[in-house]
C-alpha cells in the first residue's frame, strides 16, 4: 500500500486584515499601562493603514523598512518614529506566536534599527508674565470658566499631567503636614508620589467644586454650554482644547498641556527651588529627565552670544573710516617701520569695547612686540644727522657684509 507524503507544514508570510486585528488584540492585552495601550493601539492603527493601502508581497522586513522610510519622509521626531517601530516589532512577534506569521520573518522585523536622535529638542517655557496673563484670561464668572481656571491652576501649580489631572478625585486630595497635597497619585509608569498644592491653587480648586457641588468622584466634569454640569469625567482632549483655548486668548500660539508641566518645573526652579525637590514634584525616576524639563545645559535666556556685539562695532567704524583714510594717505610718508604707536589697525580703538578682559593681555602683548622690533633695528630710532647713526650703521653693514649678506 502505498504511503501518503506527509504535508509540508508551510508557513504564513502575508498578513491580511482579520490576522492584523488578531494581532493587536493580542498586543493591547499584553499592556497593562492605560497609557502604552492607547499610544500602541494608534501606532498600529497608523502602520495597518499604511499597510493595506496598496498591496503589499509578504509582511517582513523590507516592508518595515519602507514604512520607516514613509515615517522619516513625514518629517517626524526621532523618538516617535522608534515608537511606532516599536509597535510594529510587537505586532509581529505577536503573529509568530500565534502562528499567523514565520519566525524567521518575525526575527527579521526585529532587527529593523530605528532612527538616531542628534543633539536634543527643546522644549516650551513660559514666563511668570505669560503664565500669569494665561490664568487671567481664563478667569471667570461662568461654570466652565471657574472649571477651566481650576484646571489650569493645577497645571501650574502642580505640573500634573493630562492624564493625572483627568483621573484626580476629591479623595486624593488631603492635609499632609499642616498643608494640602495630592496624596498617593499613581503616575505614568505604576509609580507612586505626593504632590503638594499651593494656596492659590487650592482656592482655584474649591470655588469650582463649590460651585458645582462635587463632594466624591472625579474632580473635573463636563459643563454643558448653559452652564449644567453633568457625566462623571472628562476625557483627556477637553485638557488640550481648554489649554489652547485660553493660550490663544493670551496671544500664544503652539502651547500643549505638556509645556505647563516644564512651566512649572521652571519656575519652581528660578524661584530657588531644589532640583531634589523638583525631582519629586514632578515624579521623575532620573534627576537626567528633570534636568531637560529645566533646560540647565544650555541657558537660552542668557545666552553667551550675546556679550558681544558688532553692530555697534560697525556702525562706530564705518563712520570714522573715510576720516582715517585721509589721515593714514597724509601720514603714510611719516610712518616709520619701527614705532608701536601705529603698530595698531585703524578700528584697534573700537574692537577694545568687545572684549574688555582681553585689553591688558593685549596692550602687554602689544608693547612687547614693538620692543622686539626696537632692539631689532637700533639705527632706525636714531636721526641722520646724529654722529652715533654713522658709527652704528658702519659697524651694521661691517657685520651684514662678516655673514656674506
Not at 508551510?10 to 491580511?16: D, F, G, K, M, N
Not at 526621532?78 to 524567521?104: C, F, K, M, W
Not at 502642580?158 to 483621573?167: A, I, K, P, Q, T
Not at 574692537?351 to 633695528?377: K, M, N, Q, W, Y
Request: a positive charge; glycine letters at 8%.
Amino acid at each position: 500500500m502505498r504511503k501518503r507524503k506527509a504535508k509540508l507544514n508551510y508557513r504564513r508570510i502575508v498578513l491580511r486584515l482579520p490576522d492584523l486585528d488578531h494581532s493587536k488584540m493580542a498586543v493591547l492585552k499584553s499592556l497593562t499601562s492605560p497609557g502604552s495601550r492607547r499610544v500602541y493601539q494608534f501606532a498600529i492603527n497608523q502602520f495597518i493603514t499604511w499597510y493595506c493601502s496598496e498591496p503589499r508581497l509578504a509582511f517582513n522586513r523590507i516592508v518595515v523598512v519602507r514604512y520607516r522610510m514613509y515615517l522619516e519622509s513625514r518629517r517626524l521626531a526621532a523618538n516617535t518614529i522608534n515608537q511606532q517601530l516599536a509597535a510594529v516589532r510587537r505586532l509581529a512577534h505577536e503573529a509568530a506566536d500565534a502562528g499567523l506569521l514565520s519566525p524567521d520573518l518575525a526575527a527579521g522585523i526585529s532587527r529593523v534599527k530605528g532612527v538616531k536622535q542628534l543633539g536634543q529638542r527643546s522644549g516650551n517655557w513660559l514666563s511668570l508674565e505669560q503664565s500669569s496673563q494665561v490664568l487671567s484670561r481664563a478667569r471667570g464668572d461662568l461654570m466652565r470658566e471657574k472649571r477651566d481656571y481650576a484646571m489650569l491652576a493645577l497645571l501650574f501649580g502642580c505640573g500634573l499631567r493630562r492624564s493625572e489631572l483627568v483621573g484626580l478625585e476629591m479623595s486624593d486630595v488631603q492635609q499632609r503636614q499642616e498643608h494640602w497635597a495630592i496624596v498617593d497619585l499613581i503616575d505614568k509608569g505604576g509609580h507612586i508620589r505626593t504632590v503638594p498644592i499651593p494656596e492659590w491653587t487650592k482656592r482655584a480648586l474649591d470655588e469650582w467644586t463649590v460651585a458645582a457641588g462635587i463632594r466624591d468622584g472625579k474632580i473635573f466634569r463636563r459643563v454643558s454650554r448653559t452652564g449644567k454640569v453633568w457625566g462623571r469625567a472628562i476625557s483627556q482632549n477637553v485638557v488640550w482644547y481648554v489649554v489652547k483655548g485660553c493660550c490663544e486668548k493670551a496671544g500664544l500660539e503652539r502651547i500643549a498641556p505638556h509645556d505647563l508641566r516644564r512651566t512649572c518645573a521652571k519656575l519652581c526652579h528660578s524661584s530657588g527651588g531644589e532640583i531634589e525637590q523638583i525631582q519629586f514634584l514632578l515624579g521623575h525616576a532620573s534627576v537626567q529627565t528633570t534636568e531637560r524639563y529645566l533646560g540647565c545645559k544650555q541657558n537660552l535666556g542668557h545666552p553667551v552670544n550675546d556679550r558681544f556685539n558688532l553692530a555697534i562695532v560697525a556702525a562706530a567704524s564705518g563712520d570714522q573710516q573715510q576720516s582715517e583714510s585721509m589721515q593714514a594717505t597724509g601720514a603714510g610718508d611719516t610712518i616709520r617701520r619701527g614705532e608701536c604707536d601705529h603698530a595698531q589697525p585703524a578700528n584697534a580703538l573700537s574692537s577694545r569695547h568687545l572684549f574688555e578682559d582681553a585689553r591688558p593681555a593685549l596692550v602687554t602683548e602689544s608693547e612687547d612686540h614693538c620692543a622686539s622690533g626696537i632692539r631689532s633695528r637700533p639705527a632706525s630710532r636714531v636721526g641722520s644727522d646724529d654722529p652715533r647713526s654713522e658709527a652704528d650703521g658702519s659697524a651694521y653693514q661691517g657685520a651684514r657684509r662678516a655673514v656674506g649678506t
